[in-house]
């Protein structure tokens, strides 16, 4: 957050957010502060919510490009290792087989593919989204247990010296928020 | 798959339930006191498990030997216990992966379990490999490790070192899949804690995960990568567990029919795997509105499917044996069905291929008692499949010189039977400690009006 945030209080401010109690009660009110120039928003939901990245138009997560590269390189060390160690390093005859054949060598590389593929899936994902940390903003709202709970919240994010609270506040209560609060962080 | 597929009027969540009451079923049984009744099952399995840790220290302290293995019969319990646990993982990567792949939204309320199943067989697989290389103490040399020969490395060539890297592999993946799963739900308990080491331990294990939808923005499409890598994962393991036997040359093991064979036996024997558990487990914690009859009807599906698959494999198994025009090969199998072994050739035919015929009955299909007792035989057959495979392969190959005969001994019993309490060890503190549904997928189903 840069410097020039607005200071209320001698805190900074970092959004202000509200309840809502239904998926399409969010969604409405997303659409309708986005068309009112609301453009900084984050929702937090209990659980997948089917439209909401839409909504907030976030962009389709980069993570498949992420896993695809990693098992590329899971395959090519696997191929690499079975090559070098069997034919370089401790080339054993075993039954007159060739001491490097890519045919044998596919299981071990599939493995290898699928491993590293699916811990850049998991590390991507926590790394994306910046996780993990100990603490955020978000968490002093007051209902926040309701958050992982059944309830739904809405963020309007502080995008600088020119956000005006008061206002936000005022386009989440006519939005339909409940509980609005302004967080600070 | 067709009869898979959810008809709409059939509910999956019961009666009016709301999120919040899905957050208070599930989360209240990990924080109420333990049941006097979950106390007194620790108490059994956790014998039980001291049990088998006895059995593999005396095994370690002593040498091999103490085991009924011999010449010609060197595999016995050891792999046959392995793969039959392998085998139970199976159920667990199929729901969670390949059920959700085909958008199977039965699968939502028997996940979590079903993943941690998978994970607790996994676990209890691996160490029979490892105490079956004789020295468990340089069971590392299976992997491909620097060491002090410097240019001694594992044979490449082996699908038993393959083994290795699917194995290994799949207990990881699962892991991870099973984790990432937990990761909405130990936010969920974070939030709910009352006392301050509940707020550590979960605040810690929840990564800081707040919901956001940048989160599940990201979250949702690595849940959809590992379910796409799961797949082909889960198929691949068993596959290279077969290869253990198809690429050797022993009559009886040298057989391409074996990877599908097996797959459709893992699953089998899986699914029997979380019927019996989730049956208990449901009657146990009054989950009757979450777990339904429609789910474990569903499950019962799969487990004839499945069966009928493994008995067409053992009847193909005998018509190539036949048509082979081999003789190794036709006395191998019927050795199977007529020599010594016939007990438990017929005991395995009894359980996987007759017993569950009877869920062509509807009325069978959706009876508790009875689908309990159906999955615990299905069990006892898969078991005594593996056993067969490798017992009755191995005592009659080629020199009538070199028969043998294996029997079990009090140590190969009891470290089986100390291998199922470790496994329900691990299943009773997975459903005390963490939520045994997946909560925020239960609530997603609900909101996205897929329940009713």
């Known amino acids: ?87 370089v390093a401790y080339p054993l005859v075993v039954g007159g087989k060739p001491f490097f054949a890519w045919q044998t060598s596919v299981p071990v590389a599939f493995e290898l593919a699928v491993l590293l593929a699916s811990f850049a899936a998991v590390l991507g994902m926590l ?29 309007i994010e502080s995008d600088g010296a020119s956000f005006d609270a008061d206002r936000a506040a005022e386009a989440l209560c006519a939005a339909g928020g409940r509980q609005v609060e302004i967080l600070e962080g | 798959m ?99 792949l085909f958008r199977q939204r039965w699968r939502t309320s028997i996940n979590r379990a079903a993943e941690a199943m998978t994970l607790f067989a996994v676990a209890c697989a691996a160490i029979f490999p490892a105490m079956h290389v004789g020295r468990p103490w340089r069971a590392y040399w299976l992997f491909p490790l620097p060491n002090q020969w410097s240019g001694m490395w594992p044979n490449f060539r082996s699908p038993l070192i393959w083994d290795v890297f699917a ?35 979960f605040g810690i294990l929840s990564l800081g995960w707040r919901g956001s939808a940048h989160h599940w923005n990201h979250y949702e499409m690595a849940y959809l990568l590992l379910a796409g890598l799961s797949t082909p994962l889960v198929l691949s393991v068993h596959s290279i567990v077969s290869f253990d036997f198809a690429v050797s040359i022993l009559p009886g093991w040298h057989t391409t029919i074996f990877p599908p064979y097996f797959v459709a036996g893992a699953i089998f024997s899986g699914f029997a795997m979380v019927v019996t558990l989730m049956v208990t487990a449901r ?57 010594p072994y016939a007990w438990a050739y017929w005991t395995m035919v009894a359980c996987n291929v007759l017993v569950p015929q009877l869920f062509w009955f509807r009325r069978i299909r959706t009876s508790v008692p009875a689908m309990f007792v159906i999955s615990l035989l299905v069990n006892v057959g898969m078991w005594f499949e593996r056993f067969v495979i490798i017992v009755t392969s191995l005592h009659r190959d080629y020199l009538p010189a070199s028969w043998g005969m294996f029997r079990p001994t009090w140590v190969d019993l009891l470290t089986l039977a100390g291998s199922f309490g470790l496994f329900l060890t691990l299943f009773l503190l997975f459903v005390r400690f963490l939520p045994m549904i997946s909560m925020s997928e239960v609530k997603a189903m609900m909101a996205s009006g897929e329940a009713a």
């Open chain 2, 283 to 339: 009657w146990f914690f009054g989950l009757h509105h979450l777990v339904t009859m429609k789910h474990l009807e569903n499950m019962n599906k799969v487990m004839l499917a499945t069966g009928l698959i493994v008995g067409y494999a053992y009847a193909v198994e005998f018509f190539i044996a036949w048509y082979s025009g081999n003789p190794y090969e036709r006395f191998v199998f019927m050795n199977r069905a007529l020599g």
């Open chain 2, 2 to 100: 067709a009869t898979l597929s959810q008809p709409a009027e059939t509910p999956l969540v019961l009666g009016e339930v709301t999120p919040a009451d899905v957050t208070r079923t599930v989360a209240g049984i990990v924080e109420r006191r333990a049941p006097r009744a979950w106390w007194l099952a620790f108490a059994f399995t956790g014998s039980l498990t001291l049990v088998f840790v006895g059995m593999l220290t005396y095994l370690v302290t002593t040498g091999i030997g103490v085991w009924g293995n011999n010449s010609p019969v060197g595999w016995a319990f050891d792999i046959t216990n392995f793969v039959f646990w392998i085998g139970i993982g199976h159920a667990g990567t199929l729901i969670s992966a390949i059920l959700y």
């Open chain 1, 127 to 155: 790394g994306f989204n910046r996780l993990p940390r100990l603490h955020h903003p978000v968490f002093q709202y007051v209902n926040w247990n309701r958050i992982t709970d059944d309830s739904l919240l809405l963020v």
């Open chain 2, 167 to 201: 194995v290994s592999t799949y207990g990881t993946v699962s892991f991870l899949f099973w984790y990432l799963g937990l990761i909405p739900d130990l936010a969920t308990l974070r939030d709910r804690a009352r006392t301050r080491a509940r707020q550590i331990v």
């Open chain 1, 1 to 87: 957050m840069s410097r020039a945030d607005q200071i209320a209080g001698g805190r900074r401010v970092y959004g202000v957010a509200a309840q809502f109690d239904s998926p399409a009660e969010l969604l409405a009110a997303i659409r309708e502060l986005r068309e009112r120039g609301h453009r900084k928003m984050d929702a937090y939901t209990p659980y997948p919510v089917h439209g909401l990245s839409e909504a907030l138009a976030l962009r389709r997560s980069a993570l498949g490009w992420f896993a695809l590269a990693a098992g590329l390189a899971g395959a090519g060390a696997a191929f690499l290792l079975q090559w070098w160690t069997g034919a």
